[in-house]
């Protein structure tokens, strides 16, 4: 990313944003050229649309924000706008669209991409909001990479042998257990400087949070399996109503792809349960379940941002919990570099300076608050983004997942999803409020 401290400093960005571009269609290609034209078409699964519609669907957002807003040129392929409108058509209904299939696809990918890089030599960066250093073209490269994401969820629905390939995570290299305690008082919550930031994430507005203590690591593997021994899915004391009746409704009795013998599948291989990784594919209902039995709780978003961007010595919000530069394969488990979480420990340069681990990559975190608004909040560039996703239905994730491209992960980055949900990368941790006089 092309991205600074201070955005004043951002010099002409083509090359960057053709790098984040390229990158980003790198990823999209290996998720669909990876398996066969039956794949591509097929639907693993009704919470997903099929890999082709994702793959066509991301090359239709490309056409209308760069080729046709910001570029003012002739579409490209007009008569299928409708076929690719996410809101018009939900995912269980997608196969039996008359779609274009997997070769014109492709081609249609690639004719659009060729005009954005066109584009992208001539275009100017400045007097129109929507181009201001680069940002439709960086919002463009977060939207494919977060369905790059979505297609890998799909994978893991995928039945079938295997077809992804990763390089293990690194190994734990320090011990991470316990709490932190995070100071009551105020601090910067959302962004007005992010050049790339989407509206939800807008605007900076001052917070003032009483103090808290918070996992220094996500829960485990290990930590969740002793909640399940324990009779945790079927001892109602520990669900909400809405959680009790969902669990029973779903026949939940463990995360998604266990196997109740201490293998889980992943990505069509199936292996023993790491005991140390972060647990993955739990729902928001089992996250507050787990919680609740443990004697915590879920923080709320603005304690989990508080954790990951407070800079205790001069009270600044960070980009990140190490400070302000762009993560590195020594921060973060992102962008698919591996295909699961690293265990806990594994990335100790990523540790914000109160000692909580992980808090970017890996899992996305449920939090305890709804979608919504900040105060100020203005859609941009369109409602559909944010907007009509507000209210009691949507709960908040944090943080990233090993699936989630830098380009659409910093600590201002907000997620949102159904409390059911656990076909994505969704793990958490606890927290829990001092007791009088507690300091640690």
Not at 75 to 82: F, L, S, T, Y
Not at 83 to 101: E, G, N, V
Not at 129 to 152: K, N, S
Not at 176 to 189: H, K, N, Q, R, S
């Amino acid at each position: 990313m092309f991205v600074r401290t201070d955005p004043s400093t951002v010099q002409d960005p083509r090359g960057a944003l053709a790098e984040d571009l390229e990158r980003a269609r790198r990823r999209s290609r290996a998720l669909t050229d990876a398996v066969d034209d039956g794949d591509l078409v097929r639907q693993h699964s009704s919470l997903m649309s099929p890999l082709v519609w994702d793959l066509a669907h991301i090359g239709n957002q490309e056409e209308l924000w760069l080729v046709r807003d910001v570029g003012g040129r002739e579409p490209v392929r007009a008569d299928i706008d409708h076929l690719y409108d996410a809101f018009r058509h939900p995912r269980a209904d997608r196969p039996a669209l008359p779609l274009l299939d997997p070769a014109q696809t492709r081609a249609y990918t690639r004719t659009v991409r060729e005009q954005v890089l066109d584009l992208l030599d001539t275009v100017s960066f400045d007097g129109r909001r929507l181009v201001e250093q680069g940002f439709a073209f960086g919002m463009i490269v977060q939207h494919e990479q977060q369905h790059d994401e979505t297609m890998l969820a799909t994978h893991q629905l995928r039945a079938g042998p295997p077809v992804l390939t990763g390089a293990p995570p690194p190994q734990s290299v320090t011990t991470v257990d316990g709490e932190a305690l995070i100071p009551a008082g105020p601090f910067t919550m959302g962004t007005s400087t992010e050049p790339w930031a989407l509206d939800n994430e807008r605007p900076a507005h001052t917070v003032d949070v009483p103090a808290f203590l918070i996992d220094r690591a996500p829960v485990t593997n290990a930590r969740y399996q002793q909640f399940i021994d324990d009779g945790g899915y079927h001892d109602e004391r520990w669900w909400s109503a809405e959680g009790w009746a969902h669990r029973l409704q779903a026949r939940l009795a463990g995360p998604a792809h266990w196997h109740g013998d201490g293998s889980y599948t992943r990505f069509g291989r199936r292996s023993a349960i790491v005991p140390d990784e972060p647990v993955v594919h739990v729902g928001w209902y089992e996250a507050q379940a787990y919680a609740s039995w443990a004697g915590r709780r879920l923080p709320t978003e603005a304690e989990w941002e508080k954790a990951a961007r407070i800079d205790p010595a001069t009270g600044r919000s960070r980009r990140y919990p190490w400070g302000d530069d762009d993560p590195g394969p020594e921060h973060a488990n992102l962008g698919q570099r591996h295909l699961h979480p690293a265990p806990v420990g594994a990335y100790p340069a990523g540790a914000s300076p109160a000692g909580v681990h992980q808090l970017i990559g890996d899992v996305w975190e449920w939090t305890d608050t709804w979608f919504t608004g900040y105060p100020g909040f203005t859609a941009f560039p369109y409602r559909e983004y944010s907007e009509v996703f507000f209210g009691r239905d949507y709960r908040v994730l944090r943080g990233g997942s090993f699936g989630t491209d830098r380009s659409a992960c910093r600590g201002t980055f907000r997620n949102w999803d159904y409390p059911i949900r656990r076909q994505i990368f969704s793990g958490f941790r606890t927290a829990r409020d001092p007791h009088p006089g507690e300091t640690a």
